[in-house]
């Protein structure tokens, strides 16, 4: 089992739709959580990190952390053509390696 | 406030070369990382610095693969020798706080 998994995609949605990206992870101990877009050809950029159990917006983007389900989740709220990437979860443990731990990315096109 | 600076930007060499890459982090961001993605996938970690100290380097193949952070500012990353499968794109970030920074990495062609 990995410790990050995510569904590839590619997740497709017309513009002006909310895009919803998820993630699972399995370890317990893990603490923190961050959703990074990566455009083709260029390095992961942070958009979102979350801590507690809830919601947390930021513009049109909200990230979701529910601990007892071990998932995470980022929905993008009226999508534009320019959030077409890939988007990475990555875990930080709060014991053990310490550094992220990433997802394999979900590459999501959003259609105009 | 500068990025993560990294170089060179691409590569080409044949199997069983060496191959170095350098990396020099924001200032003041005491926590260096050199991560590998391979393409599809997400970024994977090699070797993690705290200062000059390595903090984690278990999933670094240390038959082929070395790092180091001299005076605790720059890295340098090494591939001696280098196989078909470690063609991929290396990324150095570091990080301040909880929040990691990437430089544009070094796409790594080894044929």
């Known amino acids: 089992q990995k410790e990050v998994e995510q569904n590839s995609g590619p997740l497709s949605v017309p513009e002006g739709a909310i895009a919803s990206l998820n993630c699972t992870y399995s370890d317990r101990v893990s603490q923190s959580f961050f959703w990074y877009r990566q455009y083709s050809g260029k390095s992961p950029e942070l958009i979102m990190s979350i801590y507690s159990n809830g919601d947390k917006e930021d513009g049109r983007f909200t990230a979701q952390l529910n601990k007892a389900s071990q998932y995470v989740s980022l929905l993008i709220r009226d999508s534009q053509p320019s959030d077409s990437a890939t988007y990475l979860c990555a875990v930080k443990k709060r014991t053990g390696r310490r550094a992220l731990t990433f997802g394999s990315g979900t590459r999501l096109q959003v259609q105009p | 406030e500068a990025g993560v600076a990294q170089s060179p930007r691409y590569k080409i060499i044949e199997k069983r070369q060496s191959v170095a890459f350098w990396c020099n982090p924001i200032?003041?961001?005491?926590?260096l990382y050199w991560y590998q993605q391979i393409l599809g996938q997400g970024p994977k970690l090699l070797i993690q610095?705290?200062?000059?100290?390595?903090?984690?380097d278990s999933q670094l193949p240390k038959d082929r693969f070395s790092a180091e952070r001299l005076k605790g500012v720059d890295s340098t990353l090494k591939i001696q020798p280098a196989k078909l499968e470690d063609s991929a794109v290396y990324l150095c970030a570091s990080s301040s706080l909880e929040k990691l920074f990437f430089g544009s990495g070094t796409q790594l062609s080894v044929l």
């Open positions: 610095f705290q200062n000059n100290g390595v903090v984690d």
């Open positions: 200032s003041g961001h005491a926590t």
